[in-house]
């Protein structure tokens, strides 16, 4: 019966198919990419998840049920093709596959809602609306495998360097930052919110003992923004750390950033190749930037701004024409940082606060926490926040809270970087920002 795999199994990849498997039987499964039928001879290109290879059919050495098979093929129709390897030098791979029993899996519908081989370009909500589609083509597809690579990444090095992985709650009773930018939902008799950021909750695990923790999980933010940056569902790779301050957690960040770098250069060249994207090794340690600094550049490129704002998008752009790869954006004023941030203790109008910029995009916001349960309360009032909304998360500090510091990284930005996409779109499976909420 079409459909049923029974006991077929694929022997090979696509990109395991070389020329030294040549007179060798091989069964590969994948879908449909292109049919080119000149009569004499058939041409079927098979693409999976390594890549694409061709089936070729004459007339004078495959059955005619073989061919009849072929021409009823559809584009995109998943299939399982068994048959012999021999060299073709203008094939992918430099090997052809001449098909002794087809067998289809899956007949796909035409016409097709987008064009998977970009003969007819898409724009991005088409592509988006099709996702499913839109996935299956290579340079998509390289975008995730190097996301992929990434994590990996960041979760090998965060192990290695004693750090404890923890899940956090999405569901929360009150902001974790302040301010209006929270999803409200309904649960059961009362009110809760979609959580900004793990926080809070990596702060409450700084007093369990467990001194070094990480996670990597979706944040939320209702916020009206409509750019190539931004979206309201977005993951974030979060760390805390017991008994360090700002300028430990800026060099394990750095350290994290080189390594990704390092390993994605590695082990997703093929990827990187496909995007026609250079990742060049930065050089270390990171740049570090001053926010005085920084509004001096900014104002001698043009741009007003003034000593205490944070950075609009026309002042990170000239911050970014002056630093051209990683660096640290530091001594932020506290006014402008969250209420948990430890303001410098000799000047405290400034914090012990950074941002990481990649040239003219912030991938991350990190700084030293105060750990101190009547300053943290004077700054909660002081940002004009209800204290008793943070009841439970206070409560951690009367008991032994020690000195730390952590930061969180915007997963799908770095991989912006790592990429060269310009639309952060490109780097989330099922995007979510104001308009977009299907698929």
């Given at each position: 019966m079409q459909g049923l795999l029974n006991d077929l199994?694929?022997?090979?990849?696509?990109?395991?198919?070389?020329?030294?498997?040549?007179?060798?039987?091989?069964?590969?499964?994948?879908?449909?990419?292109?049919?080119?039928?000149?009569?004499?001879?058939?041409?079927?290109?098979?693409?999976?998840?390594?890549?694409?290879?061709?089936?070729?059919?004459?007339s004078k050495k495959v059955d005619a049920e073989i061919l009849e098979d072929l021409r009823a093929l559809r584009k995109e129709s998943v299939v399982a093709i068994k048959g012999t390897v021999q060299e073709a030098g203008k094939a992918p791979n430099g090997v052809e596959i001449i098909p002794a029993e087809i067998y289809m899996l899956n007949?796909?519908?035409?016409?097709?809602?987008?064009?998977?081989?970009?003969?007819?370009?898409?724009?991005?909500?088409?592509?988006?609306?099709?996702?499913?589609?839109?996935?299956?083509?290579?340079?998509v597809s390289a975008i995730f495998k190097i996301k992929s690579r990434m994590f990996h990444t960041v979760r090998d090095f965060f192990y290695k360097n004693g750090f404890v992985e923890i899940n956090t709650p999405k569901l929360v009773a009150s902001a974790t930052e302040g301010g209006t930018e929270l999803f409200p939902i309904t649960y059961f008799e009362k009110e809760a919110f979609l959580g900004q950021s793990p926080q809070l909750y990596k702060q409450i695990m700084m007093a369990s003992g467990m001194d070094r923790v990480f996670e990597i999980?979706?944040?939320?933010?209702?916020?009206?923004?409509d750019t190539l940056r931004h979206l309201n569902e977005a993951v974030s790779i979060d760390m805390e750390a017991s008994f360090m301050d700002d300028e430990d957690v800026m060099k394990i960040?750095?350290?994290?950033?080189?390594?990704?770098?390092?390993?994605?250069?590695?082990?997703c060249s093929d990827e990187l190749a496909i995007l026609e994207h250079e990742m060049p090794i930065p050089e270390e340690p990171f740049a570090k930037v001053t926010y005085d600094e920084a509004?001096?550049?900014?104002?001698?490129?043009?741009?007003?701004?003034?000593?205490?704002?944070?950075?609009?998008?026309?002042?990170?752009?000239?911050?970014?024409?002056?630093?051209?790869?990683?660096?640290?954006?530091?001594?932020w004023p506290s006014e402008i940082k969250p209420f948990y941030v430890m303001p410098n203790a000799d000047d405290p109008v400034k914090s012990h606060a950074f941002d990481l910029m990649y040239k003219n995009l912030e991938l991350s916001s990190g700084a030293t926490r105060v750990h101190q349960y009547d300053v943290l309360v004077k700054q909660i009032e002081e940002r004009g926040?209800?204290?008793?909304?943070?009841?439970?998360?206070?409560?951690?500090?009367?008991?032994?809270?020690?000195?730390?510091?952590?930061?969180?990284?915007?997963?799908?930005?770095?991989?912006m970087v790592l990429t060269g996409v310009e639309n952060i779109r490109e780097t989330v499976l099922f995007p979510r920002d104001r308009h977009r909420l299907t698929p």
């Open positions: 199994r694929r022997t090979h990849y696509t990109k395991e198919v070389t020329p030294e498997l040549k007179g060798e039987d091989v069964l590969i499964m994948g879908w449909v990419h292109e049919i080119r039928d000149l009569g004499g001879i058939i041409f079927v290109v098979i693409r999976d998840r390594e890549g694409r290879i061709q089936i070729t059919a004459p007949l796909a519908n035409q016409p097709l809602p987008m064009d998977p081989t970009e003969k007819v370009k898409a724009e991005i909500d088409t592509r988006l609306d099709s996702r499913f589609l839109d996935l299956r083509k290579a340079n999980g979706q944040i939320f933010r209702a916020e009206e923004h960040l750095n350290d994290m950033i080189y390594q990704v770098i390092v390993d994605v250069n590695e082990d509004v001096d550049i900014v104002n001698a490129k043009g741009v007003e701004m003034m000593w205490g704002e944070d950075l609009s998008r026309a002042a990170e752009k000239a911050l970014g024409e002056e630093m051209d790869d990683f660096y640290f954006l530091t001594e926040l209800n204290v008793n909304a943070f009841g439970s998360y206070l409560k951690a500090f009367e008991y032994g809270m020690p000195p730390h510091a952590g930061w969180g990284v915007g997963a799908d930005r770095l991989t």
